[in-house]
């Protein structure tokens, strides 16, 4: 079985471009999470998928950041403009169900820098 | 709020080493806790996990029991190795906030022949 797969691993941007950072679930997984740590930080929660529909999005940190799963597949991270910031390593992870009983799998991460 | 604290690093250690890296944490209600690792050049992997007070999550010779009485999940390992070098995150869950995990800073561990 496939892990979660996150793509590009590694962007190097500049300040005010657009990246979009893409995550393939495990297959069947019907919860989709972003995360991000910024360099030194904690680990941080974004936002929470269940199929197609934004279950929380609480974390996000400001509408420069745009997250999709349409068709409650792959998910994309859009974010634009781009600020310095942002750079951190970007983690998706999934499960199938919700509760302390379901594991959750996390991706390698996308590193971002924005230069 | 829910929050995580977790030994800061890096450390450093000799293999055969013991190891323990301190993890406490604040929760309202019952969460679950969890190691998770981060080896070079990988993605984050579940080490080990306690889902109620007074369980030993164990795994890879790593252990750590969920203490309600000080709030803590201290990761140890009796010998460690070489190949234990990575990052090791400390985290909660609450089932009610969708399984949400409020992690920690990382601590790195890096271990020398």
């Known amino acids: 079985e496939a892990g979660v797969t996150q793509f590009p691993s590694h962007s190097v941007i500049e300040k005010g471009q657009t990246v979009t950072l893409r995550c393939d679930p495990i297959s069947g997984h019907d919860n989709l999470y972003w995360y991000r740590r910024v360099m030194g930080k904690e680990i941080k929660f974004l936002l929470h998928?269940?199929?197609?529909?934004?279950?929380?999005e609480s974390g996000m940190p400001n509408n420069r950041f745009l997250a999709e799963r349409t068709g409650g597949t792959y998910s994309t991270l859009k974010v634009q403009p781009a600020e310095l910031e942002d750079s951190g390593v970007y983690f998706c992870?999934?499960?199938?169900?919700?509760?302390?009983?379901?594991?959750?799998?996390f991706g390698e991460g996308s590193w971002l820098t924005v230069v | 709020g829910n929050s995580v604290t977790q030994m800061e690093g890096p450390v450093t250690l000799s293999e055969e080493a013991f190891l323990t890296i301190n993890c406490t944490y604040t929760?309202?209600?019952?969460?679950?806790l969890f190691w998770y690792v981060q080896y070079p050049g990988e993605g984050l992997q579940l080490l080990l996990k306690a889902t109620k007070a007074d369980d030993k999550g164990s795994n890879k010779g790593f252990e750590a029991t969920y203490r309600k009485e000080t709030t803590s999940f201290h990761l140890e390992k009796g010998s460690v190795q070489v190949s234990d070098s990575a990052v090791y995150f400390c985290?909660?869950?609450?089932?009610?906030?969708?399984?949400?995990?409020?992690f920690g800073t990382g601590t790195s561990l890096t271990v020398i022949p």
């Open positions: 929760a309202t209600g019952y969460p679950s």
């Open positions: 992870a999934s499960s199938r169900g919700r509760g302390s009983g379901n594991t959750i799998y």
């Open positions: 985290a909660l869950s609450k089932v009610y906030t969708g399984n949400q995990f409020y």
């Open positions: 998928f269940v199929k197609e529909s934004k279950q929380d």
